[in-house]
């Protein structure tokens, strides 16, 4: 492979465990919008009350990373995504110290279209292919609101998407892209506003998809020498039914290369879609073949990557397809509408706590409230949480021996836990517990993703990275690291796939 190829080098993805059943939605709004019922099919990925587009890309560049420590290749982050959770302060920064990655790195946040993902990545092949990196992580995510009774309410879902780019093992080669900005409105979400105005349908579909896009494909086919008969899977998150098949064969891409746009199963993910689709297509590709990336959006960016035989280094990720396994059922439809803080509920006295947090305090110990990273010492072994000058070795309590030592990718179980109905919960009750970690270490934390009756001592858990609390009266989010269950039947749906 040529010195100066670049492309991509591995690939994560993360959809939120919750999938919200469609028919929940258009039964709960059948009075009032009668004519969504037949839209009641399928369902809609669904974030938890404690999961945001900033969790979400976590998660997504954890299962990319895996569990290797040694994270100093990454020297770029590009996050992109529409719903950052701070409108002034450094997004991706916060993904940064949560994958305990270099300080060292560049940092950049992605917003204001719908390209903000391939936007992101595109800006990470040109930092790698000019020499300002060496190898660039890419996430997106978004976490978007909508209207009850809308539509949008029933298209839209939940999910994250993470992607490396690189110059050596490659799983596929960037062969070349093609960008058309124009300020077509078909959509757009105000300053301050937290949901999107969108235009007319066939207006859209007519004078926006069906002249741009075949525009940016045709410009892209000629930059790269590709013909339109070669490509193998034709990626573009739309939710026009058949839109995608017409506007391929208008360019002289065979319609059967078309991929699911995975709106039956999760919903159109925003500025993460193309990126999710595109991780998904990654994980059904074969050696050799060339996958168009299309995402429409203030005009269009059409991407060619083409898959080598390292492609199938990724069969241990879990990727979309992993995330679309591993599913429970919701059915609930102000669960979702409470998760989503689209309806005002009394919260109790209980619920009425100062939240404020010590900026301060946080920056001193960042590496241990966002890395979750403890202590080691190198005297005895002994390891804690959190670390402290003094040791916590029994017998020997050595003073400033403690090295680093991170916890978020060891196996944990829980040795004792707490159902808690008294004490404040956006889901309650509220489950903690103390955790205890293989080769030594124990935190009392918080366990997510867990039902009534569901935990019990000695289960088997993992460390997930999610919102701790809100301070609403100064509108600042809190993140910390959770306990959920390691549930066998992800691996197993994973090789029935």
């Not at 203030?298 to 599913?327: P, W």
Request: charged content about 25%; aromatic content about 8%; glycine content about 10%.
């Amino acid at each position: 492979m040529a010195e100066n190829t670049i492309g991509l080098k591995a690939f994560g993805g993360y959809i939120p465990r919750l999938r919200l059943q469609r028919k929940s939605i258009t039964g709960a709004n059948a009075w009032i919008a009668p004519n969504l019922v037949g839209k009641g099919k399928g369902e809609r990925s669904m974030g938890n009350w404690d999961e945001d587009s900033l969790t979400m890309a976590v998660e997504a560049a954890r299962d990319l990373l895996g569990t290797d420590e040694d994270r100093s290749h990454i020297d770029a982050l590009y996050f992109g995504s529409t719903t950052l959770p701070f409108s002034d302060r450094l997004n991706s920064g916060i993904i940064s110290a949560a994958l305990t990655l270099d300080h060292g790195i560049q940092a950049v946040d992605v917003s204001s279209t719908q390209r903000a993902g391939t936007i992101a990545l595109l800006q990470a092949c040109n930092g790698v292919a000019g020499g300002a990196n060496k190898e660039a992580l890419v996430c997106a995510a978004d976490h978007r609101k909508a209207r009850a009774a809308s539509v949008q309410e029933l298209e839209f879902g939940d999910g994250a998407a993470a992607l490396s780019v690189g110059t050596d093992n490659l799983i596929a080669k960037f062969i070349g892209s093609h960008t058309l900005t124009i300020d077509f409105v078909d959509h757009f979400r105000g300053s301050g506003e937290e949901f999107d105005y969108g235009w007319e349908e066939r207006w859209i579909r007519d004078e926006g998809y069906t002249k741009i896009v075949p525009e940016a494909i045709t410009a892209a086919l000629e930059k790269t020498g590709v013909s339109a008969s070669d490509i193998d899977h034709f990626v573009m998150p739309c939710t026009f039914a058949r839109l995608p098949q017409k506007l391929a064969k208008m360019c002289g891409i065979n319609p059967d290369t078309v991929t699911d746009p995975l709106g039956s199963v999760c919903g159109e993910t925003g500025a993460a879609h193309a990126l999710v689709m595109l991780v998904h297509a990654l994980q059904n590709a074969k050696p050799g073949e060339k996958i168009m990336l299309v995402h429409f959006g203030g005009g269009c960016d059409v991407l060619i990557f083409e898959t080598t035989d390292l492609i199938a280094s990724m069969s241990d990720k879990k990727g979309i397809v992993g995330s679309l396994a591993d599913r429970q059922e919701e059915t609930n439809y102000m669960k979702f509408l409470t998760f989503h803080g689209l309806v005002e509920w009394e919260r109790g006295m209980r619920g009425e706590q100062d939240k404020k947090t010590a900026l301060t305090t946080l920056y001193r110990n960042e590496d241990t409230v966002m890395g979750l990273v403890g202590g080691r010492c190198t005297e005895t072994g002994v390891v804690q949480f959190p670390r402290s000058r003094i040791s916590v070795a029994p017998n020997k309590p050595a003073v400033d021996t403690q090295e680093p030592y991170k916890f978020a990718d060891r196996n944990a179980t829980i040795l004792s836990w707490s159902a808690d109905f008294l004490s404040f919960s956006m889901n309650p009750p509220n489950h903690y517990g103390m955790i205890v970690f293989e080769g030594g270490g124990r935190i009392m934390m918080d366990i997510g993703d867990v039902t009534q009756g569901e935990v019990d001592s000695g289960m088997e858990v993992r460390m997930v990275f999610r919102i701790k609390d809100f301070d609403d009266q100064r509108g600042f989010k809190r993140y910390f690291w959770k306990a959920v269950p390691v549930r066998k039947a992800v691996a197993t749906a994973q090789a029935a796939e």
